[in-house]
């Protein structure tokens, strides 16, 4: 009896130390598949990191690349009551007068409706010098100026058209006004190639203005490249 509960206590002290062996080793592949798991990770983080930081350079390095700066305002006589800056309304209730502004000390054009509302005013900045440079020198522009106007309004119409304003060259989209605020406006274009000379202009439908509604415009830039730099004088003003 004794030998065979002996046999039985030996028999159950093996399967003890099989399943504690069977046990470590289960531990064991856990552990190595955790840290393989947690090389998997990081390996991932770090290619992931650098993947962005890749990303991060290229879309920097694109963007500084992108940018063209000109510099050189090509309008003429944009700081004084020589620019040719006209303005007419189908009830001619529109009148143009200039001022220097107390706050940016450069010159304004100021646009007055006179007597009674008008829906519909034109506002038309010619430059013949700038016009034929931008013929024969086809590419990307950008056009910036600040206004202000008595009222919330937006332009829709404000094209680069031809002499009669029937045909137009490049369209600039819309701007809004801030009733009282001054809001700097700029807009990037390509010039097309191939164009004549017809005495083209940069037009302005003004629609929507209240009775003795006013607004203003001043630091007119036109200049190479699509990033607006700030307003100067043309080189043939200085």
């Known amino acids: 009896a004794a030998s065979t509960a002996k046999s039985a206590a030996d028999a159950a002290q093996a399967t003890a130390n099989t399943a504690k ?19 998997a990770e990081t390996s991932i983080k770090q290619n992931s990191e650098a993947i962005a930081l890749r990303a991060t350079k290229t879309e920097v ?14 309008l003429k ?26 706050v940016t000390k ?9 007597t009674k509302s008008t829906n519909l005013a034109y506002l038309m900045l010619r430059d013949n010098d700038a016009r034929n440079y931008l013929i024969a020198n086809p590419g990307v522009y950008t056009l910036s100026f600040d206004v202000l106007c008595s009222a919330n309004i937006t332009v829709n119409d404000f094209k680069f058209k031809n002499g009669d304003g029937t045909k137009s060259l490049v369209d600039f989209g819309s701007f809004s006004t ?12 390509t010039m097309p190639s191939n164009q004549t000379n017809d005495s083209q202009g940069i037009f302005i ?4 203005l209240p009775v003795n509604g006013v607004i203003y415009f ?10 607006a730099t700030d307003w100067c004088m043309s080189d043939g003003d200085i």
């Open 218 to 227: 001043t630091n007119w830039k036109l200049e190479k490249g699509n990033k």
């Open 21 to 39: 062996a069977n046990a470590k080793t289960a531990q064991d592949d856990v552990n190595a598949l955790k840290n393989r798991v947690t090389a």
């Open 178 to 189: 801030k009733q009282e605020t001054w809001v700097k406006i700029r807009k990037t274009f």
């Open 106 to 114: 450069t010159l304004y054009h100021m646009f007055t409706i006179n």
């Open 77 to 102: 006589n944009t700081n004084t009551n020589d620019l040719s800056f006209s303005a007419s309304a189908g009830n001619g209730a529109i009148s143009k007068s200039t001022a220097i502004s107390t």
């Open 205 to 208: 439908t003004v629609m929507a």
């Open 61 to 74: 390095t694109s963007a500084i690349n992108d940018i063209s700066v000109g510099g050189r305002n090509l």
